[in-house]
């Protein structure tokens, strides 16, 4: 299983960014899949998670009506939209995948893509 998380960069405050990752697994449909990020100097932390249906989301209280998590089984594709982006949003964003399920938890995620950079600048 390999994931590739695409579409960071560099924005002002309060403009919009959406990621994808990409996972390449035969049974795509099965997994969970997870978005965190990790800002320099801080330890990764979760930002949103979506069930393998699709019909279960979660979100972390910071990112909370900013963010939307969707997928699209039929792409192998999980998405993050992010809206009206904050400086304290900067920081590599990972995407991970699991195919027991979601959770807000790192460990509970079996597989990793590299990171994407996202700098908001004020």
């Known amino acids: 299983v390999q994931l590739q998380a695409s579409g960071g960069g560099l924005v002002q405050a309060g403009d919009s960014l959406r990621l994808s990752c990409t996972i390449s697994?035969?049974?795509?449909?099965?997994?969970?899949v997870g978005w965190f990020r990790q800002a320099p100097g801080k330890d990764r932390e979760f930002v949103a998670a979506i069930s393998y249906s699709g019909g279960s989301t979660t979100y972390d209280d910071s990112v909370k009506g900013r963010f939307t998590i969707s997928r699209y089984n039929a792409e192998n594709t999980v998405t993050l939209q992010m809206n009206s982006l904050k400086p304290e949003d900067t920081a590599v964003y990972y995407c991970s995948a699991d195919p027991t399920g979601w959770a807000e938890s790192e460990y509970k995620y079996e597989y990793w893509g590299r990171g994407t950079e996202v700098t908001v600048s004020s």
């Open positions: 697994a035969r049974d795509f449909r099965t997994y969970a």
